[in-house]
T-cell receptor, first 113, second 114 residues
């Protein structure tokens, strides 16, 4: 059974903290994605990666960075968390070609106080 | 620019009713893909269907069916004889062009009452 896992389901952090969200997939997928989901806004792409050490900005990259040192792991980093980054964060992965379906993790609900 | 519109924010039906979730898209690409995902209360998005722009055949999978019409830029999703387990947020998504990015709609919350 294919699987995308995220390090935490719920996370509470304070303003100004550095936050790491981890995502691991076991499907040997080249592509990995980070989205945030907010009510009324759907899913918005923060960053994606199509290979190890490769990354591209999505639609809302400000305030975030990413790291992909190994194919199976894609990390989202909030350099200095702010209250407007309180959200649900979803990680996904997919095969590289033909716009294949993305497989999602269970999400991390981050609250920044 | 690409865009996906799901005008129905929330729908409430009684079990066994049929329900249609609307999805309208905008794109200038000639080759593109459309997707539907289900997000149950547990939070994990579940892939339902992927359709490319050259295949306008309707698809049926059990109680689920999809109607793709390029003339109206729509890719609607119908659940027949709805069940309580169908309660979820449903997202329509569009992908195309040179990237592997998907553009998601804002989702439709479906509540099926017993």
């Amino acid at each position: 059974d294919v699987k995308v896992t995220q390090s935490s389901r719920y996370l509470v952090k304070r303003t100004g903290e550095k936050v790491f969200l981890e995502c691991v997939q076991d499907m040997d997928h080249e592509n990995m994605f980070w989205y945030r989901q907010d009510p009324g806004l759907g899913l918005r792409l923060i960053y994606f990666s199509y290979d190890v050490k490769m990354k591209e900005k999505g639609d809302i990259p400000e305030g975030y960075s990413v790291s992909r040192e190994k194919k199976e792991r894609f990390s989202l980093i909030l350099e200095s968390a702010s209250t407007n980054q309180t959200s649900m964060y979803l990680c996904a992965s997919s095969l590289p070609s033909g716009l294949r379906e993305q497989f999602f993790g269970p999400g991390t609900r981050l609250t920044v106080l | 620019a690409q865009k996906v519109t799901q005008a129905q924010t929330e729908i409430s039906v009684v079990e066994k009713e049929d329900v249609t979730l609307d999805c309208v898209y905008e794109t200038r690409d000639t080759t593109y893909y459309l997707f539907w995902y289900k997000q149950p209360p547990s939070g994990e998005l579940v892939f339902l269907i992927r359709r490319n722009s050259f295949d306008e055949q309707n698809e049926i999978s059990g109680r689920y069916s999809w109607n793709f019409q390029k003339s109206t830029s729509s890719f609607n999703f119908t659940i027949t004889a709805s069940q309580v387990v169908d309660s979820a947020v449903y997202f329509c998504a569009l992908g195309g062009g040179a990237t592997n990015k998907l553009i998601f709609g804002t989702g439709t919350l479906l509540a099926v009452q017993p």
